[in-house]
């Protein structure tokens, strides 16, 4: 829905079938306002185009009633607590002023119409002090600035302009409130900050608009705050908050309260100058102005122009964000992120997650490394130093903004040119990219304007990815909150694969730079490995909450032959760990829009389609492969990394009992060389069946999911699985050894009630696979119905990100409010 551009309509929000009993014209600056009364419902309304945006959200969160109507006029009348209900306004019964009971109800209307008008008043009021400071500000901005000026200014990149005589956000963490008192944080204004977050989204509109633009926050501000806190709300209106702005910036989680703890630096290292702060960070340029000198001349940091902004000549109106209230800023680090960089099933996470919790209405950022000159990026500006293993490094910025994410690259020469080896290198190489990594990243957040916002490190979560970036955790305690900096920003660990650690000798906690006190967090004893060095053993410890990627891994995990040496550190961290199942991305990999199906013979097809679209893309893979083309043999496959994990070695021990059967094979994968090379000798040796493709081929992964009737995943452990997610999505029915996620996804067939998506079996083991086989192809061939059963079941699940993305918002919040 649009609101007209023209000037703002008068015509009041529709009552359905009631009519205004009485209507007054008021105006805010050059804004009409109608106010109208209802007296069949006691209800007041205070309408103009904008009043009705406002209306329209608050009636979507009140499950579209009139109430929402009626609480709007709560807030601006500021009396709600003295009302029968909250978020009804029943006026005629009350007396505005006293709060008592008026028995003229006439009155009582025209004692609220006199009320709005003061409030109204006081809008008016507050937009002129908007104007001034607008005012001010381009001239500030147009004025040549020395640097003291210039560091103030950067330091305003979070958007925190003052509006004079408005609070501001000090250095204590308090609030100046409107009469130049100030609010501690409280848990009252917490509360307020809350619903200040959870104001709707509005998209970016042309500057010549801005008035109405004022109005429309401040009427969102107004409302989102609660009855007995309107007054106190109104005066923690900042600028940034009806500054205009890109519409992902004006995201409630934008909209922060709490100080960006940067400006704290100094103040609180003082403070605590026994705690160990490394040089980089005590170094001032290391946390100075976000605008840097580029190539010797001042640069601009970025703005991003967002394509849509330019087109919109008038208010989007959106509905309140998913999230409501728990609107955060959400910043997942991550060493790998599709589509720029992918190894495995992080890559589709780190890709795709950030896109469902922006549609839930957090303001969400990826950071990754840039291993290639990608397209599309922009370079920031932004340099900063940090030092790593004794070397001070150059970092710089780079930036995109993708379906509501922004995606920011870190780059440095010690990434480039390793997309195809993004974990290669000898021990120290890998140690040195990822603790270079994780202390660039999390300062992200102060230093890299996303949109021309930074993010600030207020209501801010840090969601990092296996134990490449598990230091992140350690860093955000020991650098930042252990110095009373950060303070509000927590940290998440996501075990995606507890078998690769980042372990070491002890040694190498001199090569991260922590205080040493941090030791006993790394020093780990197993078996195996001896006394040695566990990265990920101290993210796990130092995050604030852990999540991994199914139920059933979150149970193994805690066993010794599942933990992997950390069963020990699992079990004790229990109570912050919580197993979600990851999702999909629906549209890279949905048949009926996924790009790779739409050349060579492949076709789109959907469940309305699969009887014919999916047998094409078998004959265009077989076709493809060199396989005879035949419809009524079962197309059977396997995509994995070639190694110990994945199992191929079992699928290795059932090949001559496959080939013995009327079937064919393609296997896709890279990994262990002796395993490649066994996929190399299958095919040659049986040329009319299998194929064996080395390599790692994301057009390929795709074409064999829509192509083949069965998939293979015989994996010893897998903590989630992605490719029987997406074989089923494409009704490609999965076999697989249940254990982990696959477990908890494949629900075993059931021919007796048709139910179930595919074969499990019970250990990783060539005859159970065989077992499972067999029965499989069985119904292939002799239970037609059954077979589409199955399809059409796994094609109607819901599996995209958009459930996950609701779990990890309850583990964002319950780190929100952890200590
Ligand atoms: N040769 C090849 N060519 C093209 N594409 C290929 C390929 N080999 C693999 N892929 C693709 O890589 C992804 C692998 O996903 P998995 O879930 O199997 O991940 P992986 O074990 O890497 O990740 C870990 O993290 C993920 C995410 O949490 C967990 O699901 C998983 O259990 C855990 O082991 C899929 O998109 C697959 O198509």
Request: hydrophobic residues 40%; proline residues 6%; aromatic residues 10%.
């Given at each position: 829905?649009?609101?007209?551009?023209?000037?703002?309509?008068?015509?009041?929000?529709?009552?359905?079938?009631?009519?205004?009993?009485?209507?007054?014209?008021?105006?805010?600056?050059?804004?009409?306002?109608?106010?109208?009364?209802?007296t069949e419902t006691s209800m007041i309304v205070l309408s103009n185009t904008y009043h009705r945006t406002v209306s329209s959200s608050l009636k979507q969160q009140n499950q579209r009633s009139a109430e929402g109507v009626g609480f709007l006029v709560d807030k601006m009348v500021g009396r709600s607590g003295k009302w029968p209900t909250p978020l009804r306004a029943r006026a005629a019964t009350s007396d505005l002023n006293s709060g008592q009971r008026s028995d003229d109800p006439d009155e009582a209307i025209q004692a609220t119409i006199e009320k709005s008008k003061k409030v109204l008043a006081m809008q008016q009021q507050l937009l002129e002090q908007i104007a001034e400071r607008r005012k001010l500000v381009s001239s500030i901005k147009g004025t040549s600035l020395d640097s003291k000026e210039e560091q103030n200014s950067n330091e305003q990149m979070d958007g925190s302009f003052p509006i004079p005589g408005f609070p501001s956000c000090n250095d204590e963490g308090t609030v100046d409130s409107l009469n130049g008192s100030s609010l501690p944080v409280s848990n009252d204004n917490l509360d307020v900050r809350k619903q200040l977050d959870a104001v709707p989204t509005f998209s970016s509109r042309p500057s010549d608009k801005n008035d109405e633009k004022q109005v429309v926050d401040l009427k969102k501000i107004i409302s989102s705050a609660g009855p007995k806190d309107q007054l106190k709300s109104i005066s923690k209106i900042k600028y940034s908050d009806v500054l205009p702005d890109r519409k992902?910036?004006?995201?409630?989680?934008?909209?922060?309260?709490?100080?960006d703890s940067k400006h704290q630096l100094k103040g609180s290292s003082k403070k605590k100058s026994s705690d160990f702060v490394p040089a980089f960070l005590a170094s001032k340029s290391s946390y100075s102005a976000v605008k840097e000198e580029k190539n010797g001349q001042p640069s601009e940091p970025t703005l991003k122009v967002d394509s849509d902004a330019a087109e919109s000549e008038s208010v989007d109106v959106k509905p309140s964000p998913l999230a409501g209230v728990n609107v955060m800023n959400v910043i997942i680090v991550a060493a790998e992120c599709a589509p720029w960089s992918k190894t495995g099933g992080l890559g589709d996470v780190a890709g795709s997650l950030p896109k469902a919790l922006a549609r839930r209405g957090h303001r969400v950022m990826v950071i990754v490394p840039r291993y290639a000159n990608y397209a599309g990026l922009q370079d920031t500006g932004v340099r900063k130093r940090y030092k790593v293993d004794g070397q001070d490094l150059e970092v710089a910025f780079f930036q995109t903004y993708v379906d509501g994410v922004d995606f920011v690259f870190i780059d440095n020469n010690m990434f480039h040119h390793r997309e195809q080896n993004i974990y290669g290198g000898d021990h120290q190489d890998?140690?040195?990219?990822?603790?270079?990594?994780?202390?660039?990243?999390?300062?992200?957040?102060?230093?890299?304007?996303?949109?021309?916002?930074?993010?600030?490190?207020?209501?801010?979560?840090?969601v990092a990815n296996d134990w490449h970036t598990a230091m992140l955790p350690v860093y955000l305690k020991a650098y930042y909150r252990d110095n009373g900096l950060m303070i509000f920003t927590r940290s998440i660990l996501v075990i995606h694969n507890i078998a690769h650690q980042g372990r070491g000798p002890v040694d190498d906690f001199h090569r991260v730079d922590l205080p040493e006190h941090y030791?006993?967090?790394?020093?780990?004893?197993?078996?195996v490995g001896g006394e040695h060095f566990n990265i990920f053993a101290a993210g796990l410890k130092a995050a604030d909450r852990v999540v991994t990627v199914s139920h059933g891994y979150a149970w193994e995990l805690k066993t010794i032959e599942g933990g992997w040496g950390l069963h020990g550190i699992i079990n004790e961290i229990d109570w912050k760990m919580t197993g979600i199942v990851n999702g999909i991305d629906s549209k890279e990999w949905s048949p009926q829009y996924d790009i790779h199906l739409t050349s060579d013979g492949y076709t789109n097809y959907s469940i309305e389609t699969l009887q014919t679209g999916k047998p094409q893309c078998k004959a265009a893979l077989q076709k493809e492969l060199g396989l005879p083309v035949r419809e009524d043999v079962p197309l059977i496959g396997f995509i994995g990394r070639l190694d110990h994990q994945k199992g191929v070695d079992i699928i290795a021990?059932?090949?001559?009992?496959?080939?013995?059967?009327?079937?064919?094979?393609?296997?896709?994968?890279?990994?262990?060389?002796?395993?490649?090379?066994?996929?190399?000798?299958?095919?040659?040796?049986?040329?009319?069946?299998?194929?064996?493709?080395?390599?790692?081929?994301?057009?390929?992964?795709?074409?064999?999911?829509?192509?083949?009737?069965?998939?293979?995943?015989?994996?010893?452990?897998?903590?989630?699985?992605?490719?029987?997610?997406?074989?089923?999505?494409?009704?490609?029915?999965?076999?697989?050894?249940?254990?982990?996620?696959?477990?908890?996804?494949?629900?075993?067939?059931?021919?007796?009630?048709?139910?179930?998506?595919?074969?499990?079996?019970?250990?990783?083991?060539?005859?159970?696979?065989?077992?499972?086989?067999?029965?499989?192809?069985?119904?292939?061939?002799?239970?037609?119905?059954?077979?589409?059963?199955?399809?059409?079941?796994?094609?109607?699940?819901?599996?995209?990100?958009?459930?996950?993305?609701?779990?990890y918002e309850e583990v964002l919040v319950a780190a929100k409010y952890q200590w």
């Open positions: 829905m649009r609101a007209s551009s023209g000037s703002p309509s008068i015509s009041g929000p529709s009552l359905g079938f009631l009519l205004p009993l009485r209507r007054e014209m008021v105006s805010v600056g050059s804004l009409p306002f109608t106010i109208e009364a209802y992902d910036q004006l995201k409630g989680s934008s909209k922060k309260i709490l100080p890998i140690l040195k990219r990822m603790t270079f990594f994780c202390k660039a990243a999390v300062e992200v957040p102060w230093h890299v304007p996303c949109g021309g916002v930074c993010y600030g490190d207020g209501n801010l979560v840090f030791m006993d967090l790394f020093k780990m004893y197993d078996p021990e059932a090949i001559p009992w496959m080939v013995g059967q009327d079937v064919q094979l393609v296997l896709l994968g890279t990994g262990r060389q002796d395993l490649e090379q066994m996929l190399r000798d299958f095919e040659n040796q049986h040329r009319d069946k299998v194929r064996g493709w080395v390599g790692f081929s994301v057009k390929m992964a795709h074409r064999i999911t829509a192509g083949i009737d069965i998939l293979l995943m015989p994996s010893r452990f897998e903590p989630c699985g992605l490719n029987q997610l997406y074989a089923m999505n494409y009704g490609t029915i999965p076999v697989v050894h249940s254990v982990g996620g696959l477990r908890d996804t494949v629900i075993p067939f059931d021919p007796f009630n048709e139910s179930g998506f595919g074969w499990t079996f019970d250990s990783a083991e060539a005859n159970k696979l065989v077992h499972a086989l067999g029965n499989c192809l069985l119904t292939y061939r002799q239970y037609k119905k059954s077979w589409e059963g199955l399809q059409r079941r796994g094609m109607t699940q819901d599996l995209s990100w958009d459930h996950a993305a609701e779990r």
